[in-house]
Nanobody
Framework: QVQLVETGGGLVQPGGSLRLSCAASGSIFAIYAMGWYRRAPGKQRELVATITSSDTITYADSVKGRFTISGDKAKNTVYLQMNSLKPEDTAVYYC?????????WGQGTQVTVSS
C-alpha cells in the first residue's frame, strides 16, 4: 500500500500564497509521476500540475505563471507553490502518484481564498 500525507492548506486572502506538500510512503516502488488535482464545490476534479520521474511538468492553463510544482525524489515528496491566489482557486487539493502498481490519492487538503 501507498500512503500520501498532504499538508499546507488553509485560508488565504486573494493575492496571497500557500505551499502544499505531499509525502509518499509505503510500497512506493517505481514512481512514474506525482501531481496535484483539485475539486471545487459543484465541479469535477481537475488536474492542477504534474511532474514525471524525468521532470516533465504539466500545468493547467488556469494556474500557469502562478503555481510551481517541484519534487524531491529522495524524500518521495511533491510540492505545489501557489502564488497570486484567486477566489476561484478555492478547492480541495489532492495529491496523486502514479507508479508501477497503479494510481494513489491523498485525503485532500482544503484551500480557501477569500477576503
Amino acid at each position: 500500500q501507498v500512503q500520501l500525507v498532504e499538508t499546507g492548506g488553509g485560508l488565504v486572502q486573494p493575492g496571497g500564497s500557500l505551499r502544499l506538500s505531499c509525502a509518499a510512503s509505503g510500497s512506493i516502488f517505481a514512481i512514474y509521476a506525482m501531481g496535484w488535482y483539485r475539486r471545487a464545490p459543484g465541479k469535477q476534479r481537475e488536474l492542477v500540475a504534474t511532474i514525471t520521474s524525468s521532470d516533465t511538468i504539466t500545468y493547467a492553463d488556469s494556474v500557469k505563471g502562478r503555481f510551481t510544482i517541484s519534487g524531491d525524489k529522495a524524500k518521495n515528496t511533491v510540492y505545489l507553490q501557489m502564488n497570486s491566489l484567486k477566489p476561484e482557486d478555492t478547492a480541495v487539493y489532492y495529491c496523486n502518484i502514479l507508479n508501477i502498481r497503479g494510481n494513489y490519492w491523498g485525503q485532500g487538503t482544503q484551500v480557501t481564498v477569500s477576503s
